[in-house]
């Protein structure tokens, strides 16, 4: 039996920095971008900060897609997830 050692191309983070202050979640999102690089990632965040360099985000709600773009198009559109940035900068500040 052979076995075999490789470079993962895909990366799941489920919450990694939920429970981090800010200043950590920082350092670790840095950390977390280089490794994300050349992979397809699938993050799950309560923290819209993980996300928000992300080439897709979607938002789920009552278990479907509710909205799907980048950061800044979703955004715009002031939907479900402007308002729940806007919640959490208010959160933070």
């Known amino acids: 039996m052979k076995s075999r050692c490789s470079f993962s191309v895909m990366l799941l983070l489920v919450m990694a920095t939920s429970a981090l202050d800010t200043i950590s979640e920082r350092l670790v999102q840095e950390a977390l971008d280089h490794l994300m690089k050349g992979r397809t990632t699938l993050v799950i965040a309560h923290r819209l900060s993980t996300v928000q360099n992300a080439d897709q ?9 509710a ?23 208010l959160a933070f500040e």
């Open 67 to 89: 909205e799907l773009g980048t950061h800044l198009e979703l955004l715009e559109r002031k939907g479900q997830y402007a308002s729940l940035v806007d919640t959490q900068r």
């Open 57 to 65: 985000i979607a938002l789920c709600s009552d278990g479907k897609i």
